[in-house]
Structures are given as structure tokens and as C-alpha cells.
């Protein structure tokens, strides 16, 4: 008997959302001002919960590491945010949109949380405007549109290509004003290291605050995790520097189940790795794949030839380029969803005919485009793009083709939750990227950011009611409570360890340690045999970093090496799990692939057979194996079919 | 390449700094300003034997998202806030800007409204209390007309996208002999004045905010504009001259609803 219930509300699926709202319970305004919500994590999703929740009169309590709430990495989204209002009268809806990001997930969402996602991404693009996001916007003085990561409709609003920025200033503007009101307080550069639990239910958090080093302690009738992706856990991806599993791992080892942890996603279009000190990835919005033509040399001599600068790419002739996405799938070209992309450029690299220094990128390509539209239009759409890529390579794109490669961008794969947001975990809930919910094995562009918003503005307000409606007798309680003791314990003695090791490699050792080991065997291609590797490999890292680990400085200071090393030891951990649920899923879907299960021409095989389920994983102990809990996907409104982009 | 370094180290708000020089070799001109000072560090904890002093710790600075947009890292390089390239910010900043050889001085922004936290972290929360005091349109979530209901020409839609690319770095600050903080200031005011959606509260907001800005120890502009030249951003002087417009419109406006009030004029 699984303990997994997903809570859909009955009926046809455009009236369940519609359903929950007029049946779920509601928490009167006097009880309301009663009742304390810790949220951790100011980005869409948590910025947008806690201005929205304040506003409604509930206190909150709002938690970020950096110094302003305004950093969080929502900021670096680029290319822009999805919805549903057929502005551009080209056959959009909400049943395509929900379609659209079902079919791209590669059918391992659940199609009731999908629904309601483009449900309310309208009314995200309402409430943007009103709060003052300068949208683009066409002479007659409408919002611009622009189709996006293949979708055959234009339905993605941008802001130039800071749709992100512009998303979270305005929930930060939101937020700040609820913070002036006095409903929300903040507490910026604070490490959430634990959850509390209280008699099965989440309670409140441990905090470490990063200026003092002080250990905190907070009560919340309920908690919210609003924390972002794990894709640090590869030491070089597209996050930022920050970001971290920490909160989420903290809560999987308090009872919340961990859903498809190796749903990675892979984006294209990222700067190319160029030496051992790198120390992140930079990506570049995927919006130059409308124009940008992608290829690699058709013959070897001619890769030989580049990388010892005997030849340049302009001077390959066009029948000796091989565009390899246009030639392997006609109708979707340079187009096709990012993992298909992602996969062929490893596909083309790993044959040999990767381009630069290192043979691990291929070339995007503009000359086309310039002769086609002219430089100034080109410019115009993506000048901002080609200057940042000519301030850190060094090379000027509107005269030789830009070079790219796949990098970690994006976990679909995050605390498991039901219908309401809730995790296993009564009164825990996971919003935004942090969670497993909408993306299935792959996210299309401009998903992410309506996802974080419809969650946190749309979403949360309504179903954390329904729980809290029954919360309302319960009096705040004391932080001297022994859970909170206990927890608090438990947090001082691991930052202790950290401490007294005295070894002799930094955390940074370690963490490009199992980045290394983590792209290799469970990064764009997986194999059973890798895995295995990896299962083996992990545990030795993470036994060497308990004995061997270096920090400089002390406890009770300001001290990044300290909240280096918390996020290393979870990462140690969550890399472990994520490759058991790699080698547990033999099939092929979305960003997931398993090269046992492809087809003869080099595609995903997907096994709906025997796993269209999603995988929540239940924490038994460090060293011990987790328990599989499955949730079997049901498609009643999407028929399954194989993805064809040919 | 081969470097000289001049660190500006301070372990705390309450306890004295000093700088410090350190060497570091064989830094690739491909990598980046940060990635230059995370082998430093490097190298300060595998060279470090025992408990060592704060000079040996590795060297504390803000940094998050390194693609340019968070608005978190912010040094002041060779006397310039971001360092000696214009249009970026600190980590974006690369190291073949510089020469083999080199002596790099690297000190915290400076203002009176940032105080030290560690080395060269300061904190800017003086910026949030200013957004805070009135950087927002007041509506709350939901019950919102469509989006397409009030069309903005696309002109101001632009000269407002312009001003919201502030990403509230504080260079503006730093790069001032004032301190002061106009520029960030008005690149919110003008946003929200710009837009429908904004003009209904302006006079309220540019007042608030200005009283909030002033409040925090920021200092006056006189009209330098060495804001504008260190902005990675490169937001526009002309925000300060529509906040100046702003805020005596503002004035004006209220003193005549004053005097009317008062049963005057």
C-alpha cells in the first residue's frame, strides 16, 4: 500500500481547480492574523507566496541566504514566461498550453497540476502588468508575443532577455511593500539548515545567520519551501553560486519523499567549459535557436584543421557543414526541445566533430540570419546576447559563428508534493522548481517562470488555507520545545564537525569532485553500467570529505567555507540518490536517457509500460537504501504517444 | 600571468582593516575576476597550516548568480566600482583586461549607508528600505483587469524597461564622492512614472522614497555623474533629472492641496 496520495479533485479536468477553490476551506480574518507561515526562499515562487499570503493577513516569516531577496536566481531567466491569452489569435488555449507542456515533459507530469498551471498563467501576465513589469510591447501599444522553444504558437511575454529580472522585481516590489505593511519580516542572509517537525507535522526551521553565525531558531504554523533546483550538485551548471538543496534535502530526511530525482535538465545553449577554475556555466536564452543555425564540421580534417587555427569556420564551405539538427529532424530543425538538442551535440561531440579547444562544443551560427534580416535587426533581438558571449570569449559573434554546449540548467526532479503543494510531510509544502510537479522529465522554455509564479500568487493561497483551516486552535509554540532543541542540536554538532575535521582539501576539492562523477555516468547519456560506477564512487567521496575536509576561520563569524561545506555534505548525499533513481528508471524520457533504451535511429524509448509513474523516494538513513514509492500517471485527457519532432 | 594583489581585510564592522598584499601566479587571461580570487583562496586554505588569522582566511566577498544580473558582487578595482571595463559588473569583469605584472588594489564599496560586514562585503540593505518605502505599485494579487485593457505607447514601455535594468549593485554609490544614491533611486521612480500603472501613487511614492534615501546617510547629488559612467547597467543620468521633475511636481502639487485645505487660494 503506497502512502502517496495525489489529492486530484474529481471531476472533468477544466472544472477541477474551479472545484477545489469553491469547496476548499477557508481561514476567517481574525484567525488569520493567529497564524504564523515561514517561507524560505525569495524567488518567483517564494516572493510571490509571501507578499501574496501576507496580504491576505496570515504573518510571514520570509528567508533568503543573500543579502537582499531581490538576487534570488529567478533573476538570470532570460527568454520569458509562457500563458495562454491568444493575444496573436493563432490557436493558443489552455488545453494547448497544458497540451503543449505534458507532451514536452514527455508524459511524466501529472496532467491535473499541468492543467491548472495553464489555467492561471493568464492571470500571472495580468497581475505582472498591473504591478508595473515593462512587458515588451508593439507600436499600437499591446503586448508583444514571441514563440518560444519550439511551441508552434507565439505565446511567450518577455522583457528584452530579462524576463526573469523583470518577473521577480515585480514580486520583490510586492513583497517589500508587504514587508514596509509589517505582514512579512525578512530575514535575508540566513541559511535554512533544518526543518522541525512536531508531532508529524512541520512547525518551523533552523537558521544560520550568515553575518553572525548565529543558530536560530523559528516557529511557523506551517513551512513552505520555495528553494529552487539542485543542479549544483554537478559543481559547474547554470546556477547560481548560492543555490543549493539544503532546505529540500533537509526536509526529504524529515519525511518528504523526493520525486524523480534524476530528472535533469541539459540546456543547449551555454558558453562552453574553458579551463579546471571555471566556476559556473553562463547560458544563453535559447531564443538565438530561432535564427542561429547550429553545426559542426562535416569532415574530420576540417575539425583538425580548426583547432589548430589553420582554418576558420567562415571558410568552410556550406556542403562541408554538417547542420545536424536540420538534417536529423526536418520539421522541428534548430528548434526541437532542449534535450533532443542537447543530446545531439553530445551525439556529434562524442564522434569527434566537436569544435574548440577542447572538442566539446559546436558552432551557432548567425551569417545566415545577418544575410537574411541585416546586422541591425539581428542586433536588435539579441544584442544584449552576442555582447555578453564577446565579453567573456573574447570573439565577436556577428563575425564568427558563437560556440556552445549543453550545460545543467534546471531540476524538473524536487520534492515530491500532491495536488495542494503538500509534501508527505503534513503543513510542508514545495513551490516552484523546488518541487516535482509540472515538468515531467523535461521543462520547455518560458515554463519556469510560470510555473514559480502560478504557484506562489495563484496557487498556494488557496491550498494552504485548506490545511490551516484546521490549524487555527493551534497556539504558537515556544522554540524552547524539545523538537526544536533537538533539531537545533543536531545543527550545531554537524557545523562543529565541519570545523574539527582539520584535513587537508577545501570544500571546493570535494565538490568538483562529485561534479565530475556525477556528469559523467548520470549527466546527458546514463547507462547501467555507469551508474553502478557512480553508486560506488559517491559513497568514497563523501567518506573522504568527513575525514579529509580543510576550513579556515571559525564558526561564529561571517564565513562562505561554512555554508560551502552544509551544501557539499547535502550534495554528497542528493547525488547518490539521484543516480538510484537513474538506474531504477530503464527507459528514455526527456532529459533522462538511458542508452540501453533507444531506438535504432538514436531516439528516447520511452516505457510506458511499466514506468509511466513518478518516483517518490522515501529516506531511510544516510547509509542506507531508500524506499520506492511510485505514483502511477494516469492520462485520461492526453493520449501518450511517442515524442516525433521529425 | 603573474599578480599583485592589495586587499582590503576587515573581520568584522566593529573591528579595524587593514590591506593586505598577496602574489598569485599563473592566473589564465580567460578567467574571470572572481574565478581569479577563488584560486587565491585556494591557495589561502592549501597553504594555511593550524589556526592562522583573518589575513589567511580566504578573502570574503558578495557574488551569486556571475552572469551579470543578481546585482550581488560589486568591488571597487583600481579605484573604479566593477573594475576597469565599463558595462558589466564585477564577475563579469576577465582577467585579460589586466597585464602580467600587475598590481591590483581591491577595496569594499565606501558609504557611509553600507556598512562593512567582512572584508569586502558590505550591506546594502539601505537599498531594500528605499524600494520598501514606496518602489511598488499597490495592488495586490488578483481581480485584475486584462493586460491588454490599458495599451502604453511603446516608447515610455521602452524608456521604462531602460530604467527597470537596474539591478541594484550600489555602484552608483560607490562611484560617487557624495554616496549618494539618486541614480538607483530614480531609475524605480521613473519606471513606475512612466507606466499607467504607476502614475496613480507618483507623487506619493517619489516623496516617500526620497525622504527614505535621504534618511539613510546617502549623500546629495551634485550633478557629477560618475553614477552614470560606472553603471553596469548603464542607466541614464536623464532618470535623475525626470525624479528631479518628479519630486517638485510632487511638492508643488502637495502644497497647493495644503493650502486648499486650508481654505487658502
Redesign the interface.
Given at each position: 500500500m503506497s502512502k502517496i496520495e495525489s489529492k486530484i479533485p474529481d471531476g472533468p479536468i477544466a472544472e477541477k481547480w474551479s472545484n477545489f477553490k469553491s469547496h476548499c476551506k477557508l481561514v476567517n480574518p481574525s484567525n488569520k492574523r493567529k497564524i504564523d507561515i515561514i517561507v524560505v526562499g525569495t524567488g518567483l515562487a517564494g516572493a510571490?507566496a509571501a507578499?501574496?499570503l501576507g496580504?491576505l493577513g496570515y504573518n510571514v516569516k520570509i528567508f533568503c541566504y543573500?543579502?537582499?531577496?531581490?538576487?534570488?536566481?529567478s533573476?538570470?531567466a532570460q527568454g520569458g514566461i509562457n500563458a495562454a491569452?491568444n493575444?496573436q489569435n493563432d490557436g493558443d488555449s489552455v488545453f494547448r498550453l497544458f497540451y503543449d507542456t505534458v507532451k514536452g515533459g514527455d508524459y511524466r507530469a501529472r496532467e491535473a497540476n499541468v492543467y491548472r498551471l495553464a489555467e492561471v498563467s493568464n492571470?500571472i501576465?495580468?497581475?505582472?502588468?498591473?504591478?508595473?513589469v515593462?512587458?515588451?510591447?508593439?507600436?499600437?501599444?499591446?503586448?508583444d508575443n514571441r514563440s518560444f522553444g519550439g511551441a508552434q504558437v507565439s505565446r511567450t511575454f518577455y522583457?528584452?532577455g530579462?524576463t526573469?529580472?523583470?518577473l521577480l522585481?515585480g514580486a520583490?516590489?510586492?513583497l517589500?511593500?508587504q514587508?514596509?505593511k509589517g505582514t512579512v519580516k525578512?530575514y535575508?542572509r540566513r541559511d535554512v539548515l533544518d526543518v522541525v517537525v512536531v508531532d508529524g507535522k512541520a512547525r518551523g526551521v533552523i537558521t544560520r545567520n550568515l553575518?553572525t553565525g548565529e543558530i536560530e531558531k523559528h516557529f511557523g504554523h506551517a513551512v513552505v519551501l520555495a528553494t529552487g533546483g539542485y543542479g549544483n550538485v554537478f559543481f559547474l551548471s547554470?546556477n547560481?553560486?548560492?543555490s543549493n538543496v539544503t532546505p529540500a534535502w533537509a526536509a526529504y530526511k524529515k519525511g518528504a519523499f523526493f520525486g524523480n530525482p534524476c530528472f535533469t535538465q541539459i540546456h543547449p545553449t551555454c558558453i562552453p567549459v574553458?579551463?579546471d577554475?571555471?566556476?559556473?556555466l553562463?547560458?544563453m536564452s535559447e531564443s538565438l535557436r530561432n535564427d542561429g543555425r547550429i553545426w559542426v564540421p562535416k569532415n574530420i580534417e576540417d575539425v583538425e584543421k580548426l583547432r589548430n587555427k589553420t582554418l576558420k569556420p567562415k571558410d568552410i564551405s556550406e556542403e562541408n557543414r554538417d547542420y545536424y539538427l536540420e538534417r536529423r529532424y526536418p520539421a522541428f530543425g534548430n528548434l526541437v526541445p532542449r534535450d533532443v538538442a542537447s543530446r545531439a551535440a553530445k551525439e556529434r561531440c562524442d564522434a569527434g566533430y566537436g569544435v574548440g579547444a577542447t572538442g566539446l562544443a559546436v558552432f551557432l551560427d548567425f551569417s545566415e540570419a545577418i544575410g537574411r534580416l541585416g546586422k541591425s535587426v539581428v542586433e536588435a533581438r539579441y544584442g544584449n546576447l552576442f555582447?555578453?558571449y564577446e565579453?567573456?570569449v573574447?570573439e565577436n559573434p556577428y563575425e564568427t559563428p558563437m560556440m556552445i554546449y549543453p550545460a545543467v540548467h534546471y531540476t524538473m526532479g524536487g520534492i515530491w508534493v500532491d495536488y495542494n503543494l503538500m509534501t508527505t510531510v503534513p503543513g510542508l509544502y514545495a513551490l516552484g522548481e523546488c518541487n516535482f510537479s509540472d515538468h515531467g522529465a523535461n521543462r520547455l522554455g518560458a515554463s519556469a517562470l510560470m510555473q514559480g509564479l502560478a504557484d506562489g500568487?495563484?496557487v498556494i493561497?488557496y491550498t494552504i488555507a485548506d490545511y490551516l483551516a484546521d490549524e487555527i486552535h493551534t497556539p504558537r509554540m515556544s522554540v524552547d520545545a524539545p523538537e526544536f532543541v533537538a533539531a537545533e542540536k543536531a545543527v550545531k554538532e554537524r557545523l562543529e564537525k565541519f570545523i574539527s575535521i582539520k584535513g587537508t582539501h577545501?570544500v571546493?576539492y570535494f565538490h568538483k569532485k562529485l561534479g565530475k562523477v556525477m556528469w559523467e555516468y548520470c549527466g546527458m547519456g546514463r547507462n547501467e553500467e555507469g551508474l553502478k560506477k557512480a553508486l560506488e564512487l559517491i559513497p568514497v567521496i563523501r567518506k573522504e570529505f568527513w575525514s579529509d575536509l580543510?576550513?579556515?576561520?571559525e564558526l561564529n563569524?561571517?564565513?562562505?567555507?561554512i555554508e560551502k561545506a552544509g551544501r557539499v555534505a547535502d550534495f554528497l548525499e542528493m547525488g547518490e540518490l539521484m543516480v538510484r533513481d537513474a538506474l531504477n528508471r530503464r527507459e528514455s524520457c526527456g532529459g533522462h536517457f538511458r542508452e540501453e533504451m533507444q531506438t535504432e535511429e538514436g531516439e528516447a524509448k520511452r516505457d510506458d509500460v511499466n514506468f509511466a509513474y513518478a518516483a517518490a523516494w522515501e529516506y531511510t538513513g544516510t547509509d542506507s537504501e531508500p524506499v520506492l514509492h511510485k505514483e502511477q500517471l494516469e492520462f485520461k485527457d492526453i493520449e501518450l504517444k511517442q515524442r516525433n519532432y521529425k | 600571468m603573474n599578480l599583485t594583489l592589495k586587499i582590503w581585510r576587515q573581520p568584522s564592522v566593529d573591528k579595524k582593516g587593514k590591506f593586505e598584499t598577496y602574489q598569485i601566479n599563473d592566473i589564465s587571461a580567460d578567467c574571470s575576476f572572481l574565478e581569479m580570487l577563488d584560486q587565491l583562496n585556494e591557495k589561502l586554505i592549501n597553504d594555511s597550516n593550524g589556526p592562522v588569522d583573518f589575513t589567511k582566511c580566504p578573502v570574503s566577498f558578495d557574488h551569486d548568480c556571475r552572469e551579470g544580473i543578481c546585482g550581488m558582487c560589486g568591488l571597487y578595482i583600481n579605484g573604479r566600482p566593477h573594475g576597469p571595463d565599463s558595462g558589466i559588473t564585477t564577475c563579469q569583469l576577465h582577467m585579460r583586461k589586466f597585464k602580467d605584472g600587475d598590481t591590483i588594489v581591491v577595496e569594499p564599496w565606501r558609504s557611509k549607508a553600507f556598512p562593512i560586514i567582512r572584508d569586502l562585503v558590505v550591506d546594502r540593505g539601505a537599498l531594500d528600505k528605499i524600494i520598501q518605502a514606496g518602489g511598488y505599485v499597490s495592488v495586490n494579487t488578483g481581480g485584475i483587469p486584462d493586460a491588454n485593457s490599458i495599451p502604453i505607447s511603446k516608447r515610455n514601455s521602452d524608456l521604462a524597461m531602460d530604467a527597470a535594468s537596474c539591478i541594484g549593485c550600489g555602484a552608483c554609490v560607490a562611484s560617487c564622492a557624495n554616496a549618494s544614491a539618486m541614480l538607483f533611486v530614480s531609475a524605480k521612480v521613473s519606471q513606475l512614472a512612466l507606466l499607467p500603472q504607476g502614475k496613480i501613487e507618483a507623487k506619493e511614492r517619489v516623496q516617500s522614497m526620497v525622504k527614505e534615501m535621504d534618511s539613510l546617510g546617502f549623500g546629495n547629488c551634485s550633478n557629477t555623474y560618475g553614477c552614470e559612467a560606472e553603471c553596469p547597467k548603464e542607466i541614464s543620468k536623464s532618470n535623475i533629472a525626470r525624479l528631479n521633475r518628479e519630486f517638485i511636481g510632487a511638492k508643488v502639487c502637495y502644497e497647493n492641496e495644503v493650502t486648499r485645505a486650508a481654505g487658502g487660494a
Open positions: 510571490s507578499a501574496s496580504e543573500q543579502d537582499s531577496p531581490r538576487r534570488a536566481h533573476i538570470a491569452k493575444y492571470s501576465i495580468d497581475q505582472c502588468v498591473a504591478q508595473g515593462p512587458f515588451a510591447r508593439d507600436y499600437g501599444g499591446l503586448l522583457a528584452r530579462q526573469g529580472q523583470q522585481l520583490y516590489s510586492t517589500s511593500r514587508i514596509k525578512m535575508n553575518t547554470t547560481a553560486m548560492g574553458h579551463g577554475f571555471q566556476s559556473k553562463t547560458l555582447q555578453m565579453k567573456i573574447d500568487y495563484f493561497p577545501s571546493d580543510k576550513i579556515n576561520g563569524e561571517y564565513n562562505p567555507e | -
